[in-house]
Nanobody
Framework: AQLVESGGGLVQAGGSLRLSCAVS????????MGWFRQAPGKERDFVAA????????YYADSVKGRFTISRDNAKDTMYLQMNRLKPEDTAVYYC????????????????WGQGTQVTVSS
């Protein structure tokens, strides 16, 4: 599968962005999906994940209550709505796909996008 992220950019603290992840090459609805992020000089961390149906979600504590993960299987696209952004949310955001249940371990994901930069200014 090919994954392409979009929607990143520069935003002020307290603002919002919506990231998209378009999937092609495989049946999108077969995959659990996840978002990860990597800040400068740091390791890539888990952000959020959801099941193939969208019925189950899982968030990192740092984004819970501010970010919402969702998917539209008819459009083969996953989203990450990010509200009340903070400077510490600045990172390259990656989407990933895997068969099976939702997990927060990046090594369990099979397919990755190239990433989109999110920069939050204070």
């Amino acid at each position: 599968a090919q994954l392409v992220e979009s929607g990143g950019g520069l935003v002020q603290a307290g603002g919002s962005l919506r990231l998209s992840c378009a999937v092609s090459g495989r049946t999108f609805s077969n995959y659990a999906m996840g978002w990860f992020r990597q800040a400068p000089g740091k390791e890539r961390d888990f952000v959020a994940a959801l099941s193939w149906s969208g019925g189950s979600t899982y968030y990192a504590d740092s984004v819970k209550g501010r970010f919402t993960i969702s998917r539209d299987n008819a459009k083969d696209t996953m989203y990450l709505q990010m509200n009340r952004l903070k400077p510490e949310d600045t990172a390259v955001y990656y989407c990933a796909a895997r068969t099976g249940s939702i997990v927060n371990k990046q090594y369990l994901y099979d397919y990755w996008g190239q990433g989109t930069q999110v920069t939050v200014s204070s």
